[in-house]
């Protein structure tokens, strides 16, 4: 049996091998990360002074207050003792005795952002912080206050920076809270998979152009100024939770991870589909780590598994209304050679290698069509784009009508759900780290710009083998999954102990969605999560069999878990908690208390997205860098849209031209193409239970779709979507 534990209590067992050793002969001065910051100012100057967790170790950075609109920033590169910092904090007191002296303003453990609306630069700090979890041994951190703070001294400020429109530039950014939903660690890159840190080698710093993290416009003013990260905080947006779980007395954590891309990001209605740049809405990265009690030692296992939600990738929208609930689909315009999904899932294979597994759970009949029109464009835009790529590479799209199933009395979703991700987890794995292996201990000589973050990942990454340093991740991947698949051919899959000792890696991903990406969306991510979490016990020897039984304990726990996420998620991008019958009925709640609990829900996320969800992502597109005010132009509030902010803007920088190999051949010459609808039957007339017949009806038509010119279709309206028309 398993048993939630409670996360306060056991923090003693976490791993505490994150932070620098005490014993001073050990510690490199020249590579501790700074954790603890006191901020001090004078007339002329803001003095921040950063130390390690120990306080062993000081830095100083100093920031001018005399500029009004500029930023004159200065590291100091002297690395103090503590006595020397105290010295020098006196002599700074005692040379501005005349104008006021020097005065503490508040304790920080982070720089979160600096800005720059009209006139003067903020400081967003973090003020306060609060553990919610540790990685190998690495502490991740909730923010429990912030603060901002203007850098110029009040003498030196003009009109304009008490002007109506920089205070209410000032009051857009504060209502993004980031006590809600975010998430960081000074030496952990929380912003990636574990996989992908294992492999990451050699890379100095944390990974501030990485699409989850959410300040890297807000910190590059004094990245780029102090050349080095370690003023500085990279946040995450999303949901954290970890949980520590015991099966048959052995101990082990369960960590789900989902961070949210920054990339075309906002709101429900007003954030829909692809932009020009293959970029989707509420494109969120899921992952699911389970370590045992001496992960992140040479001695400990640790396993994850990563799936993914996205918005349809297609030109679609819902005008927002104040008098429908539920305002019509639009399908903006039709792209023929459907440009913008291709370099959606080239995004996809970049991130994730291949196979790309696509589970669409959107509607197949309605009395008056709304989903399923999108439902055919999308698998035309499959179908069309499986006629240009290798076979091998080709996305495997899967429907499966969600509601109409969920009617029947006798259903059971997450059975369906459950051979679903069975059969999408045998197509891509998942990582583990392997048999431990005993790796002597080097001693590493690091740059001040690394600040030892990598340095702290040395005993994770000895877990997983000697990996080439040659090449980039996707490289290494490949070569490693190629071993892997080597090594079962040439073996008979035999005894567990042997199976368990070579570590296994993840290629590809599951991708999942609905109209909204949320409620739908989150009960097929939960079941693909408790077939994961079954497998990855058994890989790390804490299981017998591959399977968690969906009755137990654990299965309750990891329910729990997905269900506070998707109401983060929900609450996020729709501006309520999520909707969801299965679940309640799962954990034996009265129907009747359900019901009223989703109409609430359903009111709620209503009036949200009639009312406030305007203002919500203009803040938004402010955090994120998308609008940088400038005197004498329209105010962020004054535009009529924001779509080419998310097109040209700071923080969408265009995919590179890599990923997915297509065959120009196939395409270029040829007359103009327009694809035929791929699916002629509709879903809903068989009864699909299982994987295999889903996958045999989806696929099959997807793979064969017929390209024809435009002259040989019979329908009048070219240049509609079939449905459209």
Partial sequence: MAKPENMKSNSSKLPQKVHPSNDPSEFNS???????????????????????RNKQFFRVLKIDRMEPSDLNISEDPVVYPPQEVKSLLQRIAEGNRATGGLNFV?????????????????????????????????????????????????????????SKTELRYKKLLSSVDLTKDFFYSYTYPIMRSLQNNVLSMGEDGMPYDNIFVWNSYLTHTIRSRCKNTMWTIALVHGHFKQTRLSIFGKDFSVSLISRRSRHFAGTRYLKRGVNDHGRVANDVETEQIVLDE?????????????????????????????????????????????????LHFEDLARRYGNPIIILNLIKTVEKRPREMMLRREFANAVGYLNQILSEENHLKFIHWDFHKFA????????????????????LTGFYYSGKPVVVKRRTTQLSRT??????????????????????????????????????DNSQQIGKDNDENAAPKFQSGVLRTNCIDCLDRTNVAQYAYGLEALGRQLHAMGLTDRPKVDADSSIAAALMDMYQGMGDALAQQYGGSAAHNTVFPERQGKWKATTQSREFLKSIKRYYSNAYTDGEKQDAINLFLGYFQPQEGKPALWELDSDYYLHVSGIGDDLIPDYGLSFDATAVGQRTTLAPVPACREDFVRMKLTSFDKLLEKTCCHIKNVRLCSETDQKSGNSGVAPDAA
């Avoid at 020249?30 to 390690?52: N, P, Q, V």
């Avoid at 929208?317 to 903006?332: C, G, H, N, T, V």
């Avoid at 990454?461 to 190629?482: D, P, T, V, Y």
């Fill in 407 to 426: 009617k029947s009395k006798s259903a059971n979703v997450l059975a369906v759900l459950g051979g679903v991700a069975s059969e999408a987890l045998d």
């Fill in 450 to 487: 690394s600040t030892a973050r990598d340095s702290s990942l040395r005993d994770l990454r000895a877990n997983s083998g000697e990996l080439s340093r040659i090449g980039s991740n996707n490289e290494i991947l490949n070569s490693l999954i190629k071993q892997e698949r080597e090594a």
């Fill in 106 to 162: 508040a304790k920080v453990y982070g720089i979160a952002g600096c800005i720059k609306f009209l006139e003067s630069f903020y400081l967003v700090l973090v003020t306060k912080r609060r553990q919610i979890g540790s990685i190998c041994g690495h502490a991740i951190y909730s923010i429990d206050e912030s603060q901002i703070i203007t850098i110029p001294h009040v003498s030196v400020q003009t009109d304009v920076a008490h």
């Fill in 30 to 52: 020249l590579s501790f990360s700074l954790e603890k910051f006191r901020l001090y100012e004078t007339r002329a100057r803001f003095y921040l002074i950063g130390s390690d």
């Fill in 294 to 342: 001496e992960a992140g030692s040479c001695k400990g296992k640790m396993s994850s598994v990563v799936q993914m939600r996205g918005s349809i990738p297609l030109f679609w929208s819902q005008e927002a209304s104040r008098f429908s609930p539920k305002p019509d689909i639009i399908l903006q315009r039709y792209d023929p050679t459907y440009e913008a999904t291709r």
